[in-house]
């Protein structure tokens, strides 16, 4: 049986580095590429910046030299900003929707024409909870993420019928590397986040990519396409103001 190959992007710390381990132990061959050396060993590590046409082009072509084939894209690489929309500037607003829609855009665009060559294949994009609503300071973020969705859904109407699934996960707050950073900011705190969660706690990497494990194999998720799953722990499902969130807690 040919093993399956899986790119991940950002794939050097947090959700990134846990799909990788995750894909791994159900026994896929893993490309992990980030800005710097992952962490973690794939089967081919790729240094290479998701947003540069000429790196995206030359990560593809060591994936075909070296496998041959791609299975499934995990659009997983992205930045965060926390900043009032009257203060993000021009440069800001342009590097966040670089990285977190231009570059799963060209990462799709290059896969996907091996996928569709092949007639199979899945992209699972990491998405987030701020592409299904609006969160105050986050003008750039939201506006990627919410793009990140679009084009996962239009891909999805586009390549669906010729084998290649296209679908988002959509994290609410987790507990990575970028949290810290963005904590560190004075924009909220722990308690900010689990007291909006139905479920009292941040999400885990591994909640995360245990669902991008779903989406990714086709015998379990096989006619799933155009999806933007939540995992946030009903974040985007409840509409109760905190006392009462917090009232019907155990």
């Known amino acids: 049986m040919t093993t399956p190959v899986a790119v991940i992007t950002g794939a050097a710390q947090g959700i990134g580095r846990e799909v990788a381990r995750t894909l791994a132990g159900r026994g896929y061959a893993t490309v992990l590429t980030d800005l710097r050396e992952p962490a973690e060993s794939g089967a081919l590590t790729v240094i290479g910046d998701v947003s540069d046409p000429s790196d995206v082009a030359s990560l593809a072509a060591q994936v075909r030299s070296t496998f041959g084939r791609i299975d499934v894209l995990v659009n997983n690489a992205g930045v965060s900003l926390l900043q009032p929309a009257e203060d993000t500037t021009v440069e800001q607003w342009r590097k966040v929707l670089d990285v977190n829609l231009t570059g799963p855009f060209l990462l799709s665009q290059e896969f996907g024409r091996d996928m569709l060559a092949a007639g199979s294949g899945s992209i699972v994009n990491i998405a987030s909870i701020a592409g299904l609503q609006g969160v105050s300071d986050r003008a750039a973020y939201n506006t990627s993420k919410h793009g990140l969705i679009g084009l996962t859904r239009t891909l999805a109407a586009e390549w669906g019928g010729r084998g290649v699934r296209v ?42 990519a245990s669902a991008v494990a779903f989406l990714a194999d086709p015998e379990l998720s096989g006619f799933i396409n155009g999806v933007a799953l939540p995992v946030d722990g009903g974040w985007t499902a409840d509409g109760s103001w905190t006392s009462l969130r917090l009232r019907k807690r155990a």
């Open 167 to 208: 679908n988002a996960v959509c994290p609410g707050w987790v507990k990575t590397e970028m949290d810290v950073a963005d904590q560190a900011s004075g924009g909220y705190t722990d308690d900010d986040i689990t007291g909006q969660v139905p479920m009292g706690r941040f999400a885990a990497p591994g909640d995360i």
